[in-house]
């Protein structure tokens, strides 16, 4: 597609329940991050993947997050066990290369955890 | 780790009125960013700074990156309802990083 696609738009979750949030990025692009944005506040990174490889993946909060990105297109951030501090929204970026003024970020997805 | 500040936090203006704002962070960077966020969207690139004292126009908007290095300023002139949203200053995380760290974004609201 001509964008960085985001799937789903909406996520409830219960408190304890295991999530997946997809993001397809822009044909070709080969990094990917994914970023975590709370309410009043600006993105903050999680994970970078060039190509397959996820190259960075300190701004990940706890071991209940997981990402992948198996054959170096689509991603999919995991969340377990899903605590109310993880409502927030979740913007994914591609990048044709790592430059900074090449990132697209998708409209994300926007998880509540009830 | 290091901080970016943007101010004001939000703005209330008239249709027509330029807009000033600014960003500064705890330690030197060599890319300032400027990004525009609205309702349900991601971060879309307005424009992008690469050395000290470069101004950069992109329509009414004009940036500018400090001769510190350590700030940055985004004035937006003759606003249009259409300017509604968030605008937020990145910068790499480190020296050489291809990771934005973003401020915590000016909240624009234009009234007609």
């Known amino acids: 597609g001509a964008g960085v696609s985001q799937s789903p738009r909406y996520k409830v979750a219960k408190r304890g329940q295991d999530v997946a949030l997809r993001c397809d990025p822009i044909?070709?692009?080969?990094?990917l991050f994914w970023y975590q944005q709370a309410l009043g506040q600006g993105p903050e990174f999680l994970t970078y993947f060039q190509n397959e490889a996820q190259l960075d993946k300190s701004g990940l909060p706890s071991d209940r997050f997981f990402a992948e990105r198996p054959e170096g297109s689509v991603s999919t951030l995991k969340i377990q066990r899903t605590q109310q501090e993880d409502s927030a929204v979740y913007l994914c970026?591609?990048?044709?290369?790592?430059?900074?003024?090449?990132?697209?970020f998708g409209s994300g997805t926007r998880l509540t955890v009830v | 780790g290091q901080q970016l500040n943007q101010s004001p936090q939000s703005m209330f203006i008239q249709e027509g009125e330029d807009v000033s704002m600014n960003c500064t962070s705890s330690?030197?960077?060599?890319?300032w960013l400027w990004y525009k966020q609205e309702p349900g969207e991601g971060p879309v690139l307005l424009i992008a700074?690469?050395?000290?004292?470069e101004l950069t126009s992109n329509g009414r908007l004009t940036a500018q990156f400090g001769i510190t290095r350590k700030d940055s300023f985004l004035n937006i002139s003759a606003s249009i309802p259409s300017d509604v949203g968030i605008y937020f200053c990145?910068?790499?995380?480190?020296?050489?990083?291809?990771?934005?760290?973003f401020g915590r974004g000016t909240s624009l609201i234009v009234h007609p």
């Open positions: 330690s030197i960077f060599n890319t």
């Open positions: 700074l690469y050395k000290a004292g």
């Open positions: 044909s070709g692009h080969v990094s």
């Open positions: 990145a910068g790499p995380t480190s020296g050489g990083s291809y990771i934005p760290t």
């Open positions: 970026a591609s990048s044709p290369t790592g430059d900074l003024y090449g990132y697209t």
